[in-house]
């Protein structure tokens, strides 16, 4: 069974960074794209980020360009979502979730970790 | 405002079918494949539909997908009140070089 975890969420105040972490059990992960999505309060789902299998490529959302870096580590099954600069905006659940062929089929989720950026 | 546009409801009574429309552009939908994910309170998203029309296993045949030029949309048949959720459609977008999500449909089960 395809399992996904993240943690890492907390409250901070803006200008602030996080790392969130996404550890990957009951697949072979280093063979999957993954990605980071989010869902602000009282908002949709919005794509942050994605990871080729090898880290070779990677693609974010526009917002967070400058500000948030994705990272994997292949041999520890994790993926990591660096934030830098942290804003208000910001403030969301984070899903961490398996990107099959890296176009948006997302066939597994986390449960998600909660990021609150206090201005 | 989103890069999809989804209607931000839709409602139905039980056995109904609905359907609920994703409309883009030639970019990505009309370029790229549809994604459609259930998505209720408190709850990791679901994933209903796969490239435009596959359903991944355990989604019951209720739930089925199409799509036409820069359109898609999901259709759910035999209503049932567990089905009361948000609905998602996404896509790769190439112009952008991400995936872009609709703002979601939000199902009511009258």
């Known amino acids: 069974e395809v399992k996904l975890e993240e943690s890492g969420g907390d409250l901070v105040q803006a200008g602030e960074s996080l790392r969130l972490s996404c550890a990957a059990s009951?697949?072979?992960?280093?063979?999957?794209?993954m990605s980071w999505v989010r869902q602000a309060p009282g908002r949709g789902l919005e794509w942050v980020a994605t990871m080729r299998e090898d880290g070779t490529e990677k693609y974010n959302v526009d917002s967070v360009k400058g500000r948030f870096t994705i990272s994997r580590d292949n041999t520890e099954n994790l993926l990591f979502l660096e934030m830098n600069s942290l804003r208000a905006d910001d403030t969301a659940v984070y899903f961490c979730a398996r990107d099959f062929y890296g176009e948006g089929f997302f066939d597994h989720w986390g449960q998600g970790t909660l990021v609150t950026v206090s201005s | 405002q989103s890069v999809l546009s989804q209607p931000p409801s839709a409602s139905g009574t039980p056995g109904q079918r609905v359907t609920m429309s994703c409309s883009g552009s030639s970019s990505n939908i009309g370029s790229t494949f549809v994604f459609w994910y259930q998505l209720l309170p408190g709850t990791a998203p679901r994933l209903l539909i796969w490239r435009d029309d596959n359903r991944p296993s355990g989604v019951p045949d209720r739930f089925s997908g199409s799509k036409s030029g820069t359109s898609a949309s999901l259709a759910i048949s035999g209503l049932r009140s567990d089905d009361e959720a948000d609905y998602y459609c996404a896509s790769w977008d190439d112009s952008l070089s991400g995936v872009v999500f609709g703002g979601g449909t939000k199902l009511t089960v009258l």
């Open positions: 009951g697949l072979t992960f280093s063979n999957y794209w």
